[in-house]
């Protein structure tokens, strides 16, 4: 049997080649794939305008419907400041590159980087760096936003900061479930259902009004919700200025969520590179 | 001296096989320190295997997809797996790969245990798996740039094997354009290209041209062979295509149902199934066939499939009278009647009883349950 062989017009230059593959750092394998995530992000700009766009939204919703109300009931208080943690955390909550993760696993290219001699750690942290830069740039158009509300950081600029810092650190602590459905059910549909999760941690807290204003059970309930403290820790930097108690608070409520969702999430990661 | 054509290794290899086992390893020896001329950073390499099963063993639940295979392929080599779809070659493919361990058994590639010491196999391999696995939201030169990253390429080699496989994948412009605009011959090469990217010693290709077209594919296949002659790559080339297996291989291995059922060279392999074939089909009953042509004289063998039977003879055009004589005496009705020599399908259909069919899916469905 006879081939039909085709002589390119441009034939490749296959000269033997000195290069020699070799296994990179760990930070530098966390650092490609943080990229990769990061280069897709203006491709896939569907992942972050929504959220951006709810956040922005219920902002000024929030603040056109509740603001009379509530500082006429409570002397001296600020409800655009109030509710500017609130629109942080509906902006940054869920955001992550899971359903991305779960689209590598469909279309194999999560086997192609399984086949090269990147660590698999490395695979999961570099999208969850690219999660952090992310939110921390979704936080931008809300933070000037209530500048131009007006709203004043009584922590001054490296409040801003921390105001930041804090926000992405909960969408981090937050993000490892979505990729803990990702590995585990390779399903699109479950991952973008992740963010119900949060629905009841936002409801059941003070998002809306102070706990002092809350009923008896719902405040009981708030007292257990980490959401609450991560509110409480956002709103000591734009109410009170360094209120370390709230901040310790708001770091150890984001450690807990954290410790579940990484666990539940590298749990998902070993099952899914089981080889056996 | 740097290199030798495919052809000139061939012929040296046979005219050294009447000099015993022994001689013809330590002159396969050389011939592979000429051709490949490389590799001597590795002192743990056995210098004559690229790659080596014993009693390797894969099951799903209990089912065997690979069931006892041994292989010793050589460095250099091009080696064609032919099977069937659902015959086990890909969960070979993705042992050998390091994307599965063995369930019992080894393997091992560039000299290093598949079970025990994957890194340092995915730093010697390169693979190109039965789906083009790409991004389709990166460019293609992101992609390739990024692979060239996770092997440890610094930016100047990053560079220079992007100049390299440019012209490999010959998409012009379309490089920077994200994989999701690809065709799927585009797809393929660039899948290829990025199995190249950290200039690998081995090279596995699972079923590289399904689903292309002819001129795509007479296109990998001309790049499979320079990369062979020009680079000395070590190339497993799984197909369920027997022109390609016949075309390309130095040696083939046929597996069938997850055991290895055949090998050697596609001519040796179509010599032992005879001189000659010729292939009846007929209405009715294909068995009624067998018996009348069981005692024509000059014939080896009669197997029947389908609606067809094939005769293997010594001396077709001899046999082929008496063949259609005997066939009408015993009233059989004949469709046509052709004479032609032996391909690797009549190989199989000689060890299996039945031919290289597209539509088994046992390794499929076997992964979906694990899945």
């Known amino acids: 049997m006879t081939a039909t062989v085709v002589t390119t017009s441009r034939r490749a230059d296959l000269r033997r080649s000195t290069i020699r593959p070799r296994q990179a750092g760990f930070a530098h394998d966390v650092m490609s794939i943080a990229g990769r995530a990061l280069r897709a992000i203006p491709r896939d700009m569907t992942a972050v305008i929504p ?52 689209l590598d696993v469909e279309n194999g290219y999560f086997d192609r980087l399984l086949l090269t001699p990147v660590r698999r750690l490395a695979i999961l942290l570099g999208h969850m760096v690219a999660d952090v830069a992310v939110a ?66 936002l409801f059941l807290t003070s998002s809306y009004v102070p706990r002092s204003q809350l009923t008896g059970w719902l405040d009981t309930v708030a007292s257990w919700n980490p959401v609450t403290y991560v509110l409480g820790g956002l709103r000591s930097l734009t109410m009170q200025g360094w209120q370390w108690t709230e901040l310790g608070q708001a770091l150890a409520a984001i450690a807990v969520v954290a410790v579940v969702s990484m666990a539940l999430c590298f749990g998902a990661l070993r099952g899914r590179l ?3 | ?146 692979q060239g990253r996770l092997y440890g390429l610094s930016r100047r080699e990053i560079e220079q094997r992007l100049g390299e496989l440019t012209e490999l994948v010959d998409i012009g412009d379309a490089l920077r354009r994200p994989i999701s605009t690809y065709s799927g011959g585009m797809r393929r090469r660039l899948d290829l290209a990025a199995a190249l990217v950290h200039n690998p010693e081995i090279l596995f290709l699972d079923e590289p041209t399904t689903g292309l077209d002819p001129m795509s594919r007479a296109r990998v296949w001309e790049e499979v062979r320079r990369l062979n002659a020009e680079l000395g790559v070590t190339i497993f080339l799984t ?42 089909r007929v209405d009715g009953d294909p068995g009624v066939a067998l018996a009348s042509l069981a005692d024509v004289a000059g014939v080896q063998a009669v197997d029947a499939s389908g609606c067809e039977v094939v005769v293997t003879a010594t001396n077709g055009a001899s046999t082929i009278g008496p063949v259609a004589v005997a066939l009408a005496n015993g009233g059989i009705a004949v469709r046509d009647l052709t004479l032609r020599t032996p391909t690797l399908d009549d190989v199989f259909l000689e060890l299996t009883g039945t031919h290289i069919r597209p539509d088994e899916s046992i390794d499929e469905e076997i992964e979906e349950v694990t899945q």
């Open chain 1, 136 to 201: 921390c740039a979704l936080t931008v158009p809300i933070v000037i936003l209530g500048f131009a509300l007006g709203i004043h950081f009584e922590a001054g600029p490296l409040g801003v900061l921390v105001f930041v810092l804090l926000a992405a650190l909960w969408s981090l602590a937050f993000a490892g479930f979505g990729y803990a459905i990702a590995l585990k059910t390779g399903n699109p549909a479950a991952v973008n259902s992740a963010f119900l999760l949060f629905f009841p941690f």
């Open chain 2, 1 to 146: 001296m740097t290199q030798l054509k495919r052809r000139d290794r061939q012929e040296i290899g046979h005219q050294m096989a009447g000099l015993g086992a022994e001689a013809t390893a330590m002159t396969t020896l050389t011939l592979d320190d000429v051709v490949i001329g490389n590799e001597a950073h590795h002192p743990r390499r056995r210098r004559m295997s690229a790659i080596t099963t014993e009693r390797l063993v894969r099951t799903f639940d209990g089912v065997s997809a690979v069931d006892g295979l041994d292989l010793d392929i050589r460095q250099g080599e091009i080696y064609g797996f032919l099977g069937p779809n659902g015959a086990g070659k890909s969960t070979t493919v993705r042992v050998l790969c390091t994307l599965l361990a063995p369930t019992a058994g080894r393997a091992t590639v560039a000299g290093y245990d598949v079970a025990t010491e994957p890194g340092q196999v995915r730093l010697r391999i390169g693979v190109a798996l039965q789906e083009a696995a790409l991004d389709p939201r990166q460019t293609g030169e992101e992609l390739l740039r990024l």
């Open chain 2, 239 to 280: 197909t369920q295509y027997l022109e390609e297996a016949d075309e390309l291989a130095d040696r083939v291995g046929i597996l069938n149902a997850g055991r290895l059922v055949a090998e050697g060279t596609p001519v040796d392999l179509k010599h032992n199934v005879g001189n000659d074939v010729i292939v009846v």
């Open chain 1, 274 to 276: 089981k080889r056996t």
């Open chain 1, 51 to 102: 959220p951006v766009f709810i956040a922005l939204f219920f902002f000024v919703v929030n603040i056109g419907t509740l603001q009379r109300l509530t500082e006429r009931s409570i002397g001296g208080f600020d409800f655009k400041a109030f509710m500017m943690a609130t629109a942080i955390l509906l902006g940054v909550t869920g955001i992550s590159r899971a359903p991305a993760l779960v």
